[in-house]
């Protein structure tokens, strides 16, 4: 039996954001600042000549200022975070070693000149620290998403093209990694990796292995419903093989809803981490993880709160800034990611 | 109906396979799940106890013959015994479900209060200020880090507010019982930061199938008969739009077991994703695959009901038969 049939896709609540990508359609939240599809007569980015999809969608993207803006802070938290060695130890102070006179004396510092963010309990600036947290975080986001998408639209490309047993095997495995809560299955996985082991890729590799099936299953229902047009019959009408095919024709054709929920999944995955992180699991000191500073920071809670508040910020305006992206790009694509 | 619960029941053999073969593999074969090195620790094995061991445990026999003996011992509750103490894991579990349990129906409480309310105020005054707020701020609590939520939570009212609220919600008294305060003081703050995202989710949900319900013609039939908005929406409205909001709260209370490894961290609640973090950092195996193992049954089992009571809930399966 196919996923279309069944009348509720039971798995997916586990990873809720698809299932409301499928219930809302389209995103209500910035419904007024859409400009929507722009006039045919109106020249478009290309000045008229050739309009492609991703053209065109390009063009709609800009004119959606939420997502523009997330995209501006998506690009500031990168750039700041490749650039960190020209800039954060010169300033601030190298917040990844531990300077024995700044800990006994710069121990706590609240928010001030010099130290925009304060200090933590090593006498580290938090800023420099938060900056220096963003390469683990884009890092963890873009890897493990796209070893996510790499074996999900793989796996979901053969089961969508192919059908029958290739299918089932595919869709059933699916259905047994979507049966454990996510966080329960990386916590179980990265528990056995020995602590001296521990550190960022076990967490990628954790993430990224978990995150395959929900690609596989949208890129299967995707690859469904493009196999099933004239152009693909002309195509095989004229010999192209199977591999031709799938990768020349229905591939560019059915990838957008993945190119969309890949987006939001950069989020995700970046979530993941800092909570994998927060429990131990995650990156060890002294590599910098958001997570991990608001771990460090719970015990100073009642003297220094800004050791807490910061790094989350970071997490919560870098998580919603690919949330609100990948809203955009779906609508931009006009992906109804119903399927 | 009764073909759609076999179907539902039938598939849920090869995941039950499945997920436990999974939690096997990742107990014995995972690099660095070396069964009797953690048993040891860090220091090293003497090669005969090494023997001695494989042979007690049953690890020189066939793979197959161990997952069965897995499955068996699973069945019978068997989840071996802590490094740590020495305890039998299933009765450590069994001590710390119930406080899993009541958090995570505390939340549902939440969620279905909150969310659904926030949804069905946010689209019957769509575009409203109201409506503008559940948006934007339901957008921003699914990007939350849950245990940063906790922690803010704790500060505000715990330490900011502690004169104002008498301490009730003061480190450590939050996530732990007293007699100061009333019987649920404690569970405030924990259940809030549970049920916080799966909350924005449910008003989102809400809002968009109540909007997409209202857009339908036996809606519009209705207004057309000449009934007031209030009994469009409670008759007809509400109850269709209920139907995907109810199997989405179902399906939560399997993730809320799931989710409450970070916010029973986070407020020291003594539950078992608690007890499976705080075995993380003693590295005692046997609490985090047992503990793991528990949280997954429930969350398979809450799934399972949730989809046969669908059949339930909605009656195009119970009358259609056909699943379209």
Partial sequence: MTEKHEPHVPHEHSDPTISEIKKEGVSELHAHAVAGPPPREEAGPLGGTSRTLWGDAWYRLRRNKLALAALVWILIVAIAAITADLWVPQNFGDPRTIDTQAAATQRLLPPQPGHPFGTDDLGRDIFGRVIYGARVSLTVGVIATAIAVLIGVALGALSGYYGRWTDSVIMRTTDIFLAFPYILFSILILAVVPPDQRGIWPVIAAIGFLGWPTFARLFRSSVLSVKENDYIDAGRALGASDARLLFRHITPNAIAPVVVYATMSIGGAILSEAALSFLGLGVQPPAISWGRMIDDGRAFLTIAPTVVLFPGLAILSTVLAFTLLGDGVRDALDVKMKD | ?324
């Avoid at chain 2, 020189?60 to 894991?89: A, E, F």
């Fill in chain 2, 1 to 324: 109906m009764l073909e759609y619960i076999g179907k539902r029941l039938l598939q849920f053999i090869p995941v039950f396979f499945g997920v436990t073969f999974a939690l096997f593999v990742i107990a014995n074969y995972m690099p660095g799940a070396d069964p009797i090195q953690m048993r040891y620790g860090e220091r090293a094995v003497p090669p005969q106890i090494r023997a001695q061991l494989e042979e007690q445990l049953g690890l020189n026999q066939p793979v197959w013959v161990q997952y069965g003996k897995y499955l068996n011992d699973l069945l019978h509750g068997d989840l071996g015994v802590s490094n740590q103490t020495g305890r039998p894991v299933s009765t450590i579990l069994a001590e710390t479900y119930p406080y899993t349990l009541r958090l995570a129906v505390f939340a549902i409480i939440v969620e279905i209060i909150v969310g659904v309310g926030a949804g069905i105020i946010s689209a019957v005054k769509q575009y409203s200020f109201w409506d503008v707020f559940v948006t934007l701020s339901t957008s921003i609590a699914v990007a939350l880090p849950v245990f940063w939520l906790g922690i803010l939570l704790q500060w505000f009212f715990g330490i900011w507010l502690k004169e104002a609220t008498g301490g009730a919600f003061y480190l450590p008294i939050s996530g732990a019982e007293s007699a100061q305060f009333g019987p649920f003081a404690h569970m405030i703050l924990p259940g809030i930061t549970l049920a916080a995202v799966s909350t924005a989710y449910a008003a989102r949900i809400m809002r968009s199938q109540l909007l997409e319900v209202n857009g339908q013609d036996y809606v519009r039939t209705a207004r057309a008969k000449g009934l007031s908005g209030r009994q469009v929406l409670w008759k007809h409205s509400f109850k269709n739009a209920m139907i995907p909001v109810v199997t989405f709260i179902g399906l939560d209370f399997g993730a809320m077991l799931a989710g409450a490894v970070l916010t029973e961290t986070v407020f020291n609640w003594p539950g078992v994703g608690f007890t499976i973090a705080r075995a993380i950092l003693q590295r005692d195996f046997p609490i985090v695959f047992g503990g793991v193992t528990v949280i997954l049954f429930g969350v398979m089992i809450v799934n399972l009901a949730v989809d046969v009571s669908y059949a339930f809930l909605d009656p195009r399966i119970r009358f259609g038969g056909s699943e379209e």
